[in-house]
């Protein structure tokens, strides 16, 4: 929610502080834009891996499950004050996000002819995933499964493509297309709507 202005040198900061209140009107419409951040709670609807789920509550729900209603829409299901609720949300989401990061770099790895990467979860703001090749370790940002399924295949992909090319040369995005082919969308959903993954907190 901060608007950061920066200048090569010291000396070039006043002119960096005037260009940014010439665009005053522009940063505020920008932060006027951008979600506002709430917590997991009933009746807000999430989209996992591009699904649209509706949240709900149920008493003595501890697990959050999903249900599907006649009409075709999917619940997610739990229970709790609204803290607890929220925590318990969460914790399904960063479930699901393991299990199916993992599933998606194992194939990924595999056609690299790698084995045994070993996967976990952050919540950082500055990056969707870190690997490290000497230790086949990657890690993700568990909010990638509320994006669309495509975007959290071109994720593993780049992260896995670090296990061959720890940089991002021109083999390390050819690297990239070979596994997931046509992965430009994916990529740019990432930078222009990849904030929107963080308005629950």
């Not at 505020?28 to 999430?46: C, D, I, M, Y």
Request: charged content about 25%.
């Amino acid at each position: 929610g901060e608007a950061v202005v920066t200048a090569p040198r010291p000396r070039h900061l006043k002119d960096a502080v005037a260009f940014a209140k010439s665009r005053h009107d522009w940063i505020l419409e920008k932060r006027n834009a951008q979600p506002q951040v709430s917590s997991f709670a009933p009746g807000q609807t999430l989209h996992i891996r591009g699904h649209a789920v509706v949240l709900g509550m149920r008493d003595r729900v501890i697990s959050p499950r999903a249900e599907q209603q006649p009409d075709g829409t999917w619940y997610l299901l739990s229970s709790g004050d609204p803290q607890t609720y929220a925590r318990r949300i969460e914790r399904y989401l960063r479930q699901r996000a393991l299990k199916t990061l993992q599933t998606e770099t194992d194939a990924c790895a595999a056609k690299l002819g790698v084995t045994g990467v070993k996967i976990s979860l952050f919540d950082a703001k500055g990056r969707w995933g870190s690997c490290t090749p000497s230790r086949k370790t990657i890690r993700y940002s568990w909010r990638i499964i509320l994006a669309p399924a495509a975007t959290l295949t071109y994720l593993c992909a780049h992260e896995c493509a670090h296990l061959k090319h720890p940089d991002h040369s021109p083999r390390f995005w050819a690297e990239v297309e070979a596994l997931n082919p046509g992965y430009k969308p994916a990529r740019q959903w990432l930078k222009t709507h990849g904030h929107t993954l963080f308005q629950y907190q």
